[in-house]
């Protein structure tokens, strides 16, 4: 009688086992302790069963494809009288390789199987091992191991390891790009301004004070170009260990792995805007006085007192100041013209005015007014004029540069000038440039993330080469821009814009192509 054998798989017997050929063979259950059905109570043998040898696991095959009765493979019998089978030169080992990837139609079949688990003791677990195989819930059918279920939530840490990854990079390469731009940009200005610290003795403190007063103000201009490099290294730096070839083969997409270097970027340009807005004017302004006063050696009257000034205030009134005393609060020879509708319908003249608690005093002079009849004027030795907002502030500070103004005090500059009937093209240009400015932060990371993935082999020289030469791109396309505005050609708000409008549509399509691989 020949030996019984698992359905599909070929058993070979040993020559001392030539009497045995005859008795059924044990089948163990994958994964089961119990027996074949079609197996003796006895284990298959005759006698008693044998003990299995402790500290070893049985020979079995395990969860994969969950196939019965699988034992190591034995070699052929030497039984002259045992029929030859034609094995047709297959193994076991490659029927084994062809078996187990088949799917046997349950349910979940061809899906990814739960992740393996980690080395164990395999003899103290099977000594507490119960008679139903795990992934067989009491209700009787198959259900997935727990691990399985729990695999889809661990891909929200993961991402925020990578996220924190990326940052860091990034952080690491952008604080190294701004000590290397703003050491350059300090040393140039250091040498051209070499003749003035020599010639007038400034001490060494004094040249530190004024470029660590000045050091905010040349981040913020070397800012787009830093941050362009330090995406460009740092997204480099990833992809030439095929690490972003493995986030992007994980399912990970381009929008979702960039997602930090642009939240980032975004941050950094609100940050800019905020500096401008805040701190900017109060050091550009300590670091003229330092300038002037501390090193050039002028006189510090030039810094308190102002002569000449022109003033457009509120309410249509323009002031033309001779001297204006920022310590005392005092002016001379003040000539203030009221306009209305474009015509000029009153003037004031005056010796002196000064601040006192807290409103304008004139003293010494005429009241003229003009209508259809003609002039009317009157003298007057002390006058306060009704509904005068403008403060000691206002003439203090130096309003005829747009760019020592914040973007609201610019703005209602701006709307003192529109009601006096004056140009305001050139300030709505510099008005538009201080939202438009802060946003290139944005941009080049955008392209410089494009960039990255569809070059992901360059070095270092090359990413400072790129950063570079498309930095000077943009800003030749913001200052283009900023000129056209002046001189009315362009519109304020494209003029102001035309640097954004041109790398954000060329930051897109980098990013279109490189999702398409093309």
Known sequence: MAPERAPGVLLRG?????????????????????????????????????PEPRGRGSEEVLDSGRL??????????????????????????????????????????????????????????????????????PGGGDHPPAAAKAAPAAGRPFVRILDRYLLREQLISLLAALVFFVSVFIIIDVFEKLDTYLDNRVPVHLVATYYAVSVPGIIIQVLPMAMLLSCLVALGQIGRHNELTAMQAAGIGIGRIALPLWALALAVST?????????????????LQIYRVNIKKQSPEGATVRTNLAYLGREGRT???????????????????????????????AETARWENGRWVFRRGFVRRFDREGEHAAQFNELVIPGLLETPDDFAKAEEDPRALSYWELRDYIARLKQSGSRVQKYLVELYLKVAFPLTNLIVVVIGTALALRVRRGGLAVSFGLSVFI????????RLGQALGHNGQLPPVVAAWIGNFFFGALAVELLRRARRGG
């Open 14 to 50: 040993r020559p001392r086992e030539r009497a045995r050929t005859a008795e059924p063979i044990a089948v163990r259950l994958s994964g089961h302790g119990g027996h074949h059905p079609d197996a003796p109570a006895g284990g298959g043998r005759a006698g008693a069963p044998r």
């Open 471 to 478: 930095s000077f791109v943009y800003y030749a396309f913001i």
């Open 271 to 287: 940050l800019v805007f905020l500096t401008n807005e805040v701190a900017l004017p109060h050091l550009n302004a300590r670091k």
């Open 319 to 349: 002031f033309l100041i001779k001297t204006y005393a920022i310590p005392t609060m005092e002016m001379r020879e003040v000539v203030i013209q009221e306009i209305s509708q474009h015509t000029l319908t009153g003037r004031i003249d």
């Open 68 to 137: 019965r009765g699988l034992r190591a493979r034995r070699r052929p019998a030497r039984n002259p009288r045992a029929k030859k089978r034609n094995l047709r030169g297959v193994s076991l080992d490659p029927l084994l390789h062809l078996l187990l990837p088949l799917p046997r139609g349950r349910r979940g079949a061809g899906r990814s199987a739960p992740p393996r688990a980690v080395g164990r003791h395999v003899d103290a677990e099977s000594r507490d091992r119960g008679h139903r195989h795990p992934a067989h819930a």
